[in-house]
């Protein structure tokens, strides 16, 4: 019998460029050390706290872990819910 997928424990979120900038200066870091820590690229957190882009996928579920861990308490509506934060 195929075994059953569990649900992630962190639920990716989808992050607001103002989420991800006061993150960051939570953390005490760079643009340059937050990249190295999520395994992105400096230009990449830029354009994130620039609202160009939003992260997806795994980046968007790393953050999330990163902010409750640090007990962030971030701005961030769930995908399910569609809303902005």
Known sequence: MP????????????????SIRALRRHLGLSQEEMAQELGTRQQTVSEWE??????????????????EGAGFAYRAESRETGGKG
Do not use: D, H, V
């Open 3 to 18: 075994r059953r997928r569990e649900k992630p424990r962190y639920e990716a979120r989808s992050w607001e460029a103002e």
């Open 50 to 67: 620039r609202g160009q882009y939003r992260p997806r996928g795994a980046s968007a579920r790393l953050l999330t872990i990163i902010a």
